[in-house]
């Protein structure tokens, strides 16, 4: 698969959107980030599917979503990222820092997709969606910095806090595309773009965190990658993998999967273990090193807090030639 073909089809974008009229909110790289430093967060990478319209083989649209490297062959993405993939032939996962490039050596084939097995699919599905997918890929990958997933309870309880600080990267759009606006340029997709939000609360059970600022937050293509935290000695940790929000972009309600969540089905489907040693994963799995739930204010122990009602809508897989709505309400 050519990233001379992606990198064309992005050049030539005109996305149009059926979802209702809004008026989005002005915005910068990723809604108020930065774009990322040559070699910096090496790890994360974007997740392309490239569907055939005819015989020949003519493309018609690139689906972009962001994803993170946790080895040499496995990508963590979000679920509805690949939920209806059946041609993992028309897939790649791109490295670097940018789509518009010809360089064959940052192209990756994709072997499997994976869908967590709680994904939430339809519109009443409680406080945590399971919102995770994986990809894996044919050949090992050199020069990645792989970063660890957040398991450890002391870094937890000093770093997931509401208030605290988390990075978001990904390869998303500037801006929501709506249908009264112009269509997206070619520099407001496929670049790989950073930026710093507050946490703002976390569910019952702590598998899902809300995250973002006004004018700082995540947008389309951004679904899959992930959330880092930094810890006191200046070391990365993965907290969590960008799922959905609300539209318009840059509101600053965005929901996050708690990657520590899915590891005992990472390690189950494609056998990589990211546990501690002795640790099976969630409460209901046995012996868990990790209690997330956000602890009672002024107490020692911890509570079901009551679950927030708030409306949010699905992020979308952004499609580059035209955006196929895949955004669902939040109950």
């Known amino acids: 698969m050519s990233v001379t073909l ?6 030539a974008a005109t996305p149009t959107s059926a979802l209702p009229l809004h008026t989005p909110a002005a915005s910068e790289p990723i809604i108020g980030g930065d774009l990322v430093a040559e070699g910096d967060w090496t790890s994360v990478v974007a997740i392309m599917h490239v569907t055939a319209l005819h015989p020949n083989s003519s493309l018609a649209t690139v689906d972009l979503c962001s994803g993170v490297m946790l080895d040499k062959r496995t990508v963590l993405t979000a679920g509805h990222c690949v939920l209806d993939i059946a041609d993992v032939e028309n897939m790649a996962v791109v490295f670097g820092n940018r789509l518009d490039t010809a360089d064959q050596r940052v192209v990756a084939t994709v072997d499997q997709v994976f869908v967590h ?29 792989f970063i660890k997933p957040l398991i450890d309870q002391e ?15 990904g390869f998303g759009a500037v801006r929501e595309a709506q249908e009264e606006d112009p269509p997206l340029e070619a520099d407001e997709i496929g670049f790989k773009r ?23 937050d995540v947008c389309g293509g951004d679904s899959g990658g992930p959330a880092f935290v930094r810890l006191d000695d200046g070391s990365w940790r993965i907290a969590g993998i960008v799922s959905r929000g609300v539209v318009p972009c840059g509101v600053g309600e965005s929901y996050y999967g708690t990657v520590y969540a899915a590891l005992p089905w990472i390690r189950d489907t494609v056998g990589l273990d990211l546990l501690p040693s002795g640790c099976s994963g969630l409460e209901d799995d046995g012996d868990t090193c990790l209690d997330p739930r956000p602890p009672r204010s002024g107490a020692g122990c911890r509570v079901a807090e009551p679950e927030d009602s708030t409306p949010a809508l699905w992020l979308t897989l952004l499609a580059v030639a035209a955006v196929t709505g895949r955004r669902r309400r939040r109950p």
């Open 6 to 11: 992606l990198a064309g089809l992005l050049l």
């Open 117 to 145: 097995p709680n994904y939430c699919t339809d519109d009443d599905c409680g406080a945590d969606a399971f919102d995770f997918g994986l990809v894996t890929i044919v050949e090992d990958i050199g020069g990645v910095d």
């Open 155 to 169: 870094e937890w309880d000093a770093t997931m806090e509401p208030g605290e600080s988390v990075t978001t990267v």
């Open 194 to 216: 950073e930026v710093s939000v507050q946490i703002q609360r976390l569910s019952p059970t702590g598998y899902e965190f809300i995250a973002g600022n006004e004018g700082k």
